[in-house]
C-alpha cells in the first residue's frame, strides 16, 4: 500500500471508531448497520464500507462534530478516497490500477486522439454505394470481431476485479434472497432516494435531481446497450440487416437511450460543478467529469449518426463513433464505470451480512 | 451605534431547539422574526445539537405513565399542572415537527429500552437542527449568527430591545416581543466556579461552549423570578479524555456496571450495580464530583467486553491488575487490593447484563449488587472517568403560556421563556431521556405563539 494511503486507513478507522460510538446516522444508508457490525476496521472493512456509501453527504450535513470541530468527522470525503484507492487495488491487470492516478487525463488523451484519428481516416472513406450501410464502410465480421474482443477483456477484468473484492471481504457463497435483495436496491437507486427526500447533494438541502439524472444515465445506458444487442440478434439470428428502420426496435430502443444517455450525464455534470467541495474528494473530480463526458460524447455521436446517417457525413461520423465507443468500453474497468459494479457487489455483500447477522 | 435593523415583531435570544420552535411558530402566526445565535454558523443549535430523541405522549406512553416517569425521577420536584400540560401537548409534536421538516429513524441499536417512549431524529439533532434552520429561511426569518445577546432592555416589566454584539461591535434591535430560549449556564466556568468551588474545574461540559447563561442571568437581574435549585446540574460519567467542550454523545462510557470502579486512591466508592445503567448513569456525574481530583477510572476485565456500546477513546490495557493500575497511574497496591476483595465478595450467580441479574458481593463495603463478576480474566481494561455536565437546573419562572413571571409584575409581559432556560419549572430534579427537547419543543411552540399575540396587541 502506498504510504499516502495508509493515512486514509488510518483516518478511516478513527471515523468509524467515533461513528460507532455514536452511532446518529444509522438511518441514512448501509454504511452505518455495516459499520456496527464491526468493531475492528481494516483496510478491507474500510474498502467494503467505502463502496456502500454513495456520497450522499447526509452524514456529513447531521455530524455534530464536522470541522471545524476538532474531531473533524468527515465521513463522505474519507470514504471517497478510500473507494478510489478501492478501485485501483481489486484493479486486473494490477499495473492498469494507475489509470486511476490521473484518469481524467488519460481518458481525455484517449479519446481525443481516437476521435481525431477516426476522424481523418472517416473523412477518406466514400460514403457507400447503398445509403446508411455501414457494413459498406466496415465490414460486419470486422466490427463483431473487435468489439467482442473488446467486450470479453472488459468482462474478464470486472469479474476479476469483483472477485478480488470478495474475496477480500471474506464473502461467503452467494444465495438467491441476496441477489434479489441487492439487485432491488441496485437497480431503483434505493439509496439514493433517502426515504424520499433525496441526497443532501449538491449541497445541504434535499434533492432527488441526483437520482432522477442517475436513472437516466443508467437506464439510457442499459437501452443502447439493448439496441446493440436486439441489431446483433436481427442479423446474425434473422439475417435482417442494417440499416434498420426509424421504429424498428433497434433504432426505438438507442433513440430513447440516447437521448437518456444525453440528459443524464449533462444533469449529473450541472450537478457536480455545484457540488459542495467538502464532501467530496476533490482530487476525484477528473474520474467523474471524463466519465461524464464519454458518455455524453458516445451517445451524442451516436445520435448524430442516426439522424444523418443518409449523408454524406456518415462515413466520418460512424467512425467516429466507433472510436468513442471503443474508448468508452476499453476504459469500462478502468474509470468511474466501475463505481456500478463494486458498489452492487458491496450491496450484495451488505445483504449476506445481514442474512447472517438475523440467522445468528 | 446607529439602528440597522428595523423593529422586529419578535425577538428570539438563542438559536437552539426551542428557539426555532418558536421563531417557527411566531413566521408561522405572520410575524416578522429575528433570531440572535451567539454561536458561529457550523456550531449552530446549542446542545439540541448532540441530541438525539424527544420523548412523547402515545396511545403506547399514556400521560400517566409518562407523568409518574417524570414524578419519580424528579422526587415529586415538578408543578404538576404544567407537567400534565407539556406532556399531553407533546403528543402532537410529531406531526408539527414533520410538518416543518423533521425526519425520524427507528430507535438507535442499543436504545431498545427507548422504543416505547422516545423519537429519534433521522441524523441526529443537528439533522433536526438543520431542518429548522432551512424552514425558517423559507419562511424569510432573519437569522444572526455569532452574534450574543449582551444586554435587554426592559422598563416597566416589558422589553423594548436587545444589545446584540457582532463582529465586536454592539447593535441595538427592538422588537415588540422576546423569547428567551438561550439555554443554560453549563459552560459557563466561572459561574460553575461560584457554586461548586475549584472542583468545577476538573468538570466536563458535554454540550456547546455558548450557554453561559447570559440571558438567563440578565433576565433574572431584570426582576424575572428563579425557578429551579441553582446550586444542581445534571452531570454524568465521561471519559476523562473527551475534549474540555463539544465532546457530546460519544464521550460516555457504558462500563460501569461491568466491573468496579475506584478513585484516585485505588479505592472502590459506590455500587456499581445498583439498578439499570440507563437509569443510574446520571448519577456518576455527582459521584465523581465527590471523589478527590474528581475522577475515577472504571476497571473490567475480557469477559465484558462486546457487553457495552464501542467507546470513543481505546481503552488502558493491562494482562494483569497491576500493570493496569500502573498504567493508570493509580497506586498498584491499593488497586491490587480492591481487586483482590472484591474478588473475594462475589458470590456465584448468572449473570445477565440485561436484567436486574442476581449476581452480587456479599460482605463488601460498598456492596455491588448486581453484574458482580469476578475481575480475573485478561487482558483487563480501564477507562479515565469524569463528570460531564449536561445541562443547569436555575431558569426563570414561567407560567403554562411561556410568560415569563416577573417580581411584583402585574403589567402584561411581552417577555417569553422556553427551553432549558425555563426546564426547571418542570424538571426540578433528576432527568429522564428526550424530555429536555420535550421541553424546548412544547413551550418554544407556545413561546412563539404568544409573543406573535403579544406582539400584535
Ligand atoms: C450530549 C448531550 C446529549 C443530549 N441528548 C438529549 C436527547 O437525546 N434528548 C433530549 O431531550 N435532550 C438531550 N439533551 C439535553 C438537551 O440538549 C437540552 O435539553 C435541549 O437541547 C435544550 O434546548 P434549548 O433550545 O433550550 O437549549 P440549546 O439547544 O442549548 O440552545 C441554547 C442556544 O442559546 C444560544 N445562546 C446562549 N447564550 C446566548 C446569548 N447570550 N445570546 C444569543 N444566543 C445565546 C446558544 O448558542 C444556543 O444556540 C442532551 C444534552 C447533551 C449535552
Ligand atoms: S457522522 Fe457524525 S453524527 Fe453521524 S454517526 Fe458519525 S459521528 Fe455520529
Ligand atoms: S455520505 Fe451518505 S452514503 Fe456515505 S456514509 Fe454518509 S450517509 Fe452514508
Redesign the interface.
Known amino acids: 500500500m502506498p504510504p499516502d494511503n495508509k493515512g486514509l486507513f488510518v483516518e478511516g478507522d478513527r471515523l468509524m471508531?467515533?461513528c460507532?460510538?455514536?452511532?446518529?446516522?444509522?438511518?441514512?444508508c448501509a454504511v452505518f448497520?455495516a459499520m456496527?457490525r464491526r468493531?475492528a476496521f481494516e483496510p478491507a472493512d474500510l474498502r467494503y464500507l467505502a463502496n456502500l456509501c454513495h456520497n450522499c453527504a447526509?452524514?456529513y450535513?447531521?455530524?455534530?462534530?464536522?470541522?471545524?470541530?476538532?474531531?473533524a468527522i468527515n465521513v463522505p470525503r474519507n470514504l471517497a478516497e478510500i473507494r478510489v484507492e478501492s478501485y485501483a487495488h481489486y484493479a486486473w491487470p494490477r499495473a492498469f490500477g494507475a489509470a486511476y492516478r490521473a484518469n481524467g487525463m488519460l481518458i481525455f488523451v484517449l479519446l481525443t486522439s481516437a476521435i481525431a484519428a477516426a476522424l481523418i481516416g472517416g473523412m477518406q472513406i466514400a460514403p457507400p454505394a447503398r445509403a446508411a450501410d455501414f457494413y459498406g464502410i466496415i465490414p460486419h465480421e470486422k466490427m463483431v470481431g473487435l468489439f467482442g474482443a473488446i467486450a470479453a477483456f472488459v468482462a474478464i477484468a470486472l469479474a476479476i476485479g469483483v472477485r478480488r473484492f470478495w474475496r477480500e471481504s471474506s464473502g461467503g457463497p452467494v444465495g438467491l434472497a441476496m441477489l434479489r435483495s441487492a439487485a432491488g436496491d441496485v437497480l431503483k437507486l434505493r439509496y439514493l432516494g433517502s426515504?424520499g427526500?433525496g441526497c443532501t447533494y449538491p449541497d445541504?438541502?434535499h434533492s432527488l435531481a441526483r437520482r432522477r439524472f442517475h436513472h437516466l444515465t443508467f437506464y439510457g445506458f442499459a437501452l443502447c446497450f439493448a439496441s446493440t444487442s436486439v441489431a446483433a440478434v436481427y442479423h446474425s439470428i434473422f439475417g435482417w440487416h442494417a440499416p434498420y428502420g426509424y421504429f424498428s426496435l433497434p433504432v426505438v430502443l438507442g433513440a430513447a437511450g440516447g437521448i437518456g444517455l444525453l440528459a443524464g450525464p449533462a444533469g449529473l455534470f450541472w450537478l457536480k460543478v455545484r457540488h459542495d467541495p467538502r464532501t467530496g474528494d476533490p482530487r476525484q473530480k477528473g474520474l467523474d467529469y471524463a466519465f461524464i463526458s464519454i458518455l455524453f460524447v458516445t451517445s451524442l455521436t451516436g445520435l448524430l449518426l442516426l439522424i444523418l446517417r443518409g449523408s454524406e457525413w456518415m462515413p466520418a461520423l460512424l467512425s467516429v463513433h466507433l472510436a468513442a465507443v471503443a474508448v468508452m468500453f476499453l476504459t469500462l474497468p478502468y474509470g468511474k464505470f466501475v463505481h456500478g459494479i463494486y458498489r452492487s457487489a458491496a450491496l450484495l455483500r451488505d445483504a449476506a451480512e445481514r442474512m447472517q447477522y438475523k440467522t445468528n | 451605534m446607529a439602528d440597522q435593523f428595523p423593529e422586529f415583531d419578535v425577538l428570539i435570544a438563542g438559536g437552539g431547539n426551542a428557539a426555532l420552535c418558536a421563531a417557527l411558530n411566531a413566521a408561522d402566526s405572520g410575524c416578522s422574526v429575528i433570531v440572535v445565535e451567539s454561536a458561529p454558523e457550523w456550531c449552530r443549535g446549542g446542545n439540541s445539537r448532540h441530541t438525539r430523541n424527544l420523548r412523547h405522549m402515545s396511545a403506547a406512553y399514556p400521560e400517566d405513565e409518562f407523568f409518574a416517569d417524570l414524578h419519580r425521577v424528579t422526587g415529586g420536584r415538578t408543578h404538576e399542572h404544567l407537567a400534565r400540560m407539556t406532556i399531553r401537548a407533546s403528543a402532537n409534536c410529531l406531526p408539527w415537527m414533520l410538518s416543518h421538516g423533521v425526519r425520524f429513524q427507528k430507535s438507535l441499536a442499543g436504545t431498545l429500552h427507548l422504543d416505547r417512549t422516545n423519537a429519534f431524529f433521522l441524523g441526529g439533532g443537528k439533522a433536526l437542527m438543520n431542518s429548522y434552520y432551512q424552514a425558517a429561511a423559507r419562511r424569510k426569518i432573519r437569522v444572526l449568527y455569532d452574534a450574543e445577546v449582551v444586554d435587554l432592555e426592559i422598563e416597566t416589566g416589558r422589553f423594548r430591545s436587545a444589545r446584540v454584539r457582532m463582529d465586536g461591535r454592539d447593535l441595538e434591535i427592538r422588537a415588540k416581543a422576546l423569547v428567551a430560549a438561550a439555554g443554560g449556564f453549563e459552560s459557563n466556568l466561572e459561574w460553575l466556579e461560584e457554586i461548586w468551588g475549584p472542583p468545577a474545574r476538573n468538570f466536563l461540559i458535554r454540550g456547546t461552549p455558548y450557554n453561559k447563561g447570559r440571558v438567563l442571568k440578565l433576565l433574572l437581574e431584570r426582576g424575572a423570578v428563579p425557578e429551579g435549585d441553582p446550586a444542581q446540574c445534571h452531570a454524568v460519567a465521561i471519559d476523562a479524555r473527551a475534549p474540555k467542550f463539544d465532546g457530546g454523545i460519544v464521550s460516555r462510557l457504558d462500563s460501569v456496571p461491568l466491573g468496579i470502579v475506584v478513585n484516585r486512591h485505588g479505592e472502590r466508592f459506590y455500587d456499581e450495580g445498583e439498578d439499570l445503567w440507563p437509569k443510574r448513569y446520571a448519577i456518576w456525574g455527582r459521584l465523581l464530583a465527590e471523589q478527590p481530583e474528581q475522577i475515577g477510572f472504571s476497571i473490567i476485565d475480557s469477559k465484558a467486553l462486546g457487553c457495552f456500546m464501542p467507546s470513543v477513546f481505546p481503552a488502558v490495557r493491562g494482562d494483569s491488575i497491576g500493570e493496569l493500575a500502573a498504567k493508570l497511574e493509580l497506586p498498584v497496591d491499593a488497586v491490587c487490593s480492591t481487586v483482590d476483595r472484591f474478588n473475594a465478595a462475589v458470590a456465584p450467580g448468572e449473570f445477565n447484563h440485561g436484567v436486574l441479574d442476581g449476581c452480587r458481593t456479599h460482605g463488601l463495603p460498598p456492596e455491588k449488587t448486581h453484574w458482580a463478576r469476578r475481575i480475573d480474566q485478561p487482558p483487563f481494561l480501564g477507562y479515565p472517568l469524569r463528570p460531564g455536565i449536561t445541562f443547569t437546573y436555575l431558569g426563570v419562572k414561567t407560567g403554562p403560556g411561556a410568560a415569563v413571571a416577573m417580581q411584583g409584575g402585574d403589567v402584561p409581559s411581552n417577555i417569553f421563556a422556553a427551553g432549558e432556560i425555563m426546564a426547571g419549572n418542570i424538571l426540578g430534579k433528576g432527568y429522564l431521556a428526550g424530555f429536555g427537547m420535550t421541553i424546548g419543543t412544547v413551550f418554544g411552540r407556545i413561546a412563539g405563539r404568544e409573543a406573535a399575540r403579544a406582539a400584535r396587541q
Open positions: 471508531t467515533i460507532n460510538a455514536c452511532r446518529y446516522c444509522e438511518g441514512y448497520p456496527e468493531t447526509e452524514c450535513y447531521a455530524c455534530q462534530y464536522a470541522p471545524p470541530h476538532e474531531f426515504g427526500a445541504e438541502h
